[in-house]
């Protein structure tokens, strides 16, 4: 029951072809690994590039809103002192009119 060399030299022979194999297998994942990492290495560059210019845009609507805030105060405020004259104007024409009624009432009355 002992190895004859030839047999042992056969068994190694199998052993490096089979380790040989294993190598290459290894050696093509490992290639595929590292595609795989450029490439989600370029993506997240295209995501970086897309958040900074997100956050471009966002502090653009910022600035947007800021305004637009501005803008509907002093509309809101200048309604108001609006309706203040309005009401001011109707107010001094009636008071207006009703004192000159009083004049030809007052004058039609002396006579």
């Given at each position: 029951m002992t190895i004859s060399t030839e047999e042992r030299?056969?068994?190694?022979?199998?052993?490096?072809e089979a380790n040989?194999?294993?190598i290459a297998r290894l050696t093509q994942q490992q290639?595929?690994?590292?595609?795989?990492i450029d490439r989600l290495s370029e993506d997240s560059e295209k995501l970086s590039e897309?958040?900074?210019?997100?956050?471009?845009?966002v502090e653009k609507l910022s600035g947007d809103v800021e305004k637009l805030?501005?803008?509907?105060?002093t509309s809101q405020t200048i309604g108001e002192r609006l309706e203040r004259l309005a009401t001011?104007?109707?107010?001094g024409?009636?008071?207006?009119?009703?004192a000159g009624v009083i004049?030809?009432?007052l004058r039609e009355g002396s006579r």
């Open positions: 030299l056969e068994r190694v022979e199998r052993l490096v040989s194999q294993a290639e595929e690994v590292l595609r795989r897309r958040v900074e210019k997100l956050s471009g845009d805030t501005f803008k509907f105060d001011s104007l109707i107010a024409a009636t008071i207006s009119i009703i004049l030809v009432l």
